[in-house]
């Protein structure tokens, strides 16, 4: 079993800055994918970005690609979404996910995740 844990969301002006962290336990964090997705009211949960195991490889939906970057430190079971140029419509609670499977490419659909967090909520005001 992975504990996934979100921290970072808030409250940000558009055109600000967040950065988004993912803690997940376990001693094989180094060798699994990692991936964020967001949930706005009323709409379904959405594709962000993921990174594989080895962080060599990352993906964007398209409305964040050159604005938003995904990493991962295996040092520190940590995984980061940098979010820079906010707007309005990346309101939504953002969640981190973690495969079952390990030494896995870039994921970008709700069921190939095992693990998630409870969420973060992130807020961009106009």
């Known amino acids: 079993q992975v504990q996934v844990a979100e921290s970072g969301g808030g409250l940000v002006q558009a055109g600000g800055s967040l950065r988004l962290s993912c803690a997940a336990s376990?001693?094989?964090?180094?060798?699994?994918?990692m991936g964020w997705f967001r949930q706005a009211p009323g709409k379904e949960r959405e594709f962000v970005s993921s990174i594989d195991w080895s962080g060599s490889t990352t993906s964007y939906t398209d409305p964040v690609k050159g604005r938003f970057t995904i990493s991962k430190d295996n040092a520190k079971n940590t995984a980061y979404l940098q979010m820079n140029s906010l707007m309005p419509r990346d309101t939504a609670v953002y969640y981190c996910?973690?495969?079952?499977?390990?030494?896995?490419?870039?994921?970008?659909?709700?069921?190939?995740?095992?693990?998630w967090g409870q969420g973060t909520q992130v807020t961009v005001s106009s």
């Open positions: 996910a973690v495969p079952g499977v390990l030494w896995g490419s870039v994921l970008s659909k709700v069921h190939e995740y095992d693990y």
């Open positions: 376990g001693r094989t964090f180094s060798a699994r994918a």
